[in-house]
């Protein structure tokens, strides 16, 4: 079954960086769009970023437009979200996701603060 164990976040100061991962099993991984969302503390969860099967389009939400990076490794079963110039706002649950399959991790927790 789709399994997806996501890796790497913490405890970091406003403007510092994170990089997260997420290692999918359970599925052919290269053969599916992959997201990001995250979950702010009292809020629902917010799509981030997403990247195609192949890696050639991403999009982003306005809110990290310009400071996130996603990309994959198809070689690995693995997407990534590099997080650059981090604001207290990006503090929540961090989750990746099958674009097309409602399946959620356990997320990894990302909290700014100085």
């Known amino acids: 079954q789709v399994q997806l164990v996501e890796s790497g976040g913490g405890l970091v100061q406003p403007g510092g960086s994170l990089r997260l991962s997420c290692t999918a099993s359970g599925f052919t991984f290269n053969m599916y769009t992959m997201s990001w969302y995250r979950r702010a503390p009292g809020k629902g969860r917010e799509l981030v970023a997403y990247?195609?099967?192949?890696?050639?389009?991403?999009s982003y939400s306005d809110s990290v437009k310009g400071r996130f990076i996603i990309s994959r490794d198809n070689a690995k079963n693995t997407v990534y979200l590099q997080m650059n110039s981090l604001k207290p706002e990006d503090t929540g649950l961090y989750y990746c996701?099958?674009?097309?399959?409602?399946?959620w991790g356990q997320g990894t927790q990302v909290t700014v603060s100085s």
């Open positions: 990247i195609s099967s192949a890696g050639r389009t991403t």
């Open positions: 996701k099958r674009i097309d399959y409602d399946y």
